[in-house]
């Protein structure tokens, strides 16, 4: 089979860690892929050259790694949507749950809507914040992933700090949600299509004195920051069997919801002392690396990572042929034409 691994070609803003950590993984990916014989062309996805879509249709999978397009997220669903547009089989979630999932008021609202447990939150534009709204509360970036824009000041247990937090900010990003800060346990919960892995928790117990129990920026890309040693990631996660039972009810329901339980995913909950599970996320396409969350969830399952790649490749081919299979029995007949629009 020939294969394509695409991914974002970067700017000239990124540093040489941004452009390692795209790059290892997509010779990770390649090299599993090769190693079963499979034929492998990388692609970087840029803006305005779109050699790399002819490249990707005359594959007959595309893999996909690309986070966005010059660092930009946002451009993320349109290379997927261009990928969908011209029916060309890809790897992970569609378009739209990536879409969604981008703009966390957007996705809360979408859960909530379906009775999914999520704390309470409020977009915070304009800083009208309701002078009831819960503390502490969590102010975080709407439209951004991997614990950017957080750090320990994030969590408020005053109406002046808040606000002042929420102004902040609004100066470095355009939409800020405020969300109630839910005491408790961090478990994640992944999903390769409907196979959901065994759950992960991560042990705070290690943080430091003052810091709050939160998976900050330094605790996921800072290794000599004492956060980073703060947030260690166990499992599977030591719950009892009626608490995982539930977590991983209403982890489902969150995939299922805005993730048709397609592609790959891991939705990050909180878990309160009372045993009430909170969905915080739900992370269409998250990190692929072998030493990430997802790989670790996959080992606990009992995919090394090799077959974890191929497993989400296997996801990817069976959705395409379902797919082709109802695009053939919707077919129109060719008789029947689009009318002319008058002009
Ligand atoms: N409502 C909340 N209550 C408690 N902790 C939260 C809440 N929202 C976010 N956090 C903490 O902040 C981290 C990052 O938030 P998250 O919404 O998952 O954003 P990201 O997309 O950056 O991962 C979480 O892993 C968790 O530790
Ligand atoms: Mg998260």
Known sequence: MKVVVIYDAGSDEWSPQDVAAVVENVREVREVLRARGHEVDLVPVKLGDFRWLTRCRKAD????????????ARYEDFVLGA??????????????????CHRKHVANTLLAAEGLPV???VLAQGNKIPAN????????????????????????????????????????????????????????VGFVGSTMLPISEIDFSRMPEGSWPIVTYAAKWS??????????????????ADVARKVGRIARQAWQFLGNQEGYGRVDMRLTDQG????????????????????????????????????????ALGRSQKTDAAAALVALPPRVTTPELPT
């Open 276 to 315: 009430q599970p909170y969905v915080i996320e739900v992370n269409p396409c998250p990190d692929l690396s072998r030493d990430a969350g997802l790989a670790r969830m996959a080992r606990a399952h009992g995919w090394a990572y090799d077959e974890l790649i191929m497993q989400i490749v296997d996801e």
């Open 83 to 100: 990928l969908e547009l011209t029916g060309t089989p890809f790897t992970g979630p569609r378009a739209w749950p990536i879409t969604v």
């Open 223 to 240: 290794p000599d920051h004492p956060e980073y040693a703060g947030t260690e990631p166990v499992c599977p996660a030591r719950l009892p």
């Open 119 to 121: 704390p309470a939150f």
């Open 61 to 72: 999978l595309v893999f996909n790694l690309c986070e966005g397009i010059n660092g930009h």
């Open 133 to 188: 709204f819960p503390l502490p509360a969590i102010v975080k970036p709407s439209a951004e992933d991997a614990s950017v824009g957080i750090d320990s000041g994030a969590v408020c247990t005053s109406r002046r700090a808040l606000r002042s937090r929420v102004s902040q900010m609004l100066e470095h990003f355009e939409e800020v949600l405020v969300q109630e800060y839910v005491a408790g346990r961090e478990l994640n």
